[in-house]
Structures are given as C-alpha cells and as structure tokens.
C-alpha cells in the first residue's frame, strides 16, 4: 500500500512538473510577443498581457504544490532539527495541521466559491469566463491538501525518523 502512494505521488508530481514547465514556456512566449508587438509593430497586442498574468498565477501556485510536495517549502529547520525526536514529531503535526486547515478554509472552500461566484462573469480580453480562470485556486488546494495529507501521515507513522536536514559549513557560510 505505501509503495502505491508513493508511485502515486512520484507520477502526480512529475505530471505537475510538466504542466508547470508547459505553462511558463506559454507564459515566456506570451511576453516575448506582447514585447514583439509593442516595441516592433508599435501595436501592442492587449490579450497577451491579461494572458500572461494568469499563467503566471497558474505557474506559481502549481510550483508552490510542486514545492511542497518535495518538502522544498520554507520551513525553520534550525529550530526543529534541534528539537528531540518526539518534539520535531509534534512540530511537524502542528505546522501540517495549521497549513492544511488554512488550505481547506482559503483555497479550496474560498476557491470554490470564488469560482462560483465569477463563472459566468466573461473575461474582456480572454475566451474564458474568470471562475473559470480562477479555478487553479481550488485545484492548487487540493493538491496542496493531498501532499499535506501524504506528509502528515509519514509523521504519524511508526517509522518517523525525524529531521536529520543538512547543516551548513559555518566556514563556508562565511566565504
């Protein structure tokens, strides 16, 4: 069963990486041809730049749900890695706990009824109504809710082995 959910995980965050990979090429091609237009042709092109601040919001919450599912968010290690074993346990708990009840409540609950509400509201500019150009906030949130689910689960579990995260050079640090 946990080799499922890890297969499951590893092939859900490389799908992620793909589309977030796709989405910042359409958004580097979309500023190339709005800067194309305005300084080339003198027409600048008006879509492109509405078009261009949604991929960019796309590109980033899916890369924060990349990040956390990886564990490359912030979080403050100096303080947790000296904790004991049972402590870092509970810090855990309580930091995945809190994370994951802002998501339910802003992203996915909000989210969904921000999409509600703006679903038949009609982008000027895009062939998109905006729920549909804000439903990457639910989408971001449960995914961000699954990999918090995941994570905590790994906590609870009888294996946790604590955080053994890596300890900088001070020499180093200071070149």
């Not at 992620?16 to 305005?38: E, G, H, K, M, P």
């Not at 490359?72 to 855990?92: C, H, I, N, Y």
Request: proline share 5%; hydrophobic share 55%.
């Amino acid at each position: 069963m946990a080799n499922a959910v890890t297969t499951f995980e590893t092939w859900l965050t490389r799908v992620l990486r793909v589309i977030c990979a796709t989405l910042f090429a359409v958004l580097v091609a979309l500023v190339t041809w709005q800067v194309f237009t305005r300084l080339v042709l003198g027409a600048p092109s008006p879509w492109t730049e509405e078009a261009a601040r949604y991929a960019f919001v796309w590109v980033s919450l899916i890369g924060i749900a990349i990040a956390v599912a990886e564990k490359a968010d912030v979080v403050m290690e100096f303080v947790v890695e000296r904790l004991p074993k049972a402590l870092q346990r509970v810090a855990d708990v309580l930091a995945y706990l809190s994370t994951l009840s802002f998501v339910v409540y802003a992203m996915i609950i909000g989210g969904f009824e921000l999409v509600d509400l703006a679903w038949g509201q009609r982008n000027p500019l895009l062939p998109l109504t905006q729920g549909q150009l804000y439903l990457v906030i639910p989408i971001s949130g449960i995914l961000l809710a699954l990999f918090l689910v995941l994570h905590l689960g790994r906590t609870l579990a009888p294996g946790y082995a604590g955080r053994e995260g890596f300890h900088e050079d001070p020499a180093a640090a200071g070149a």
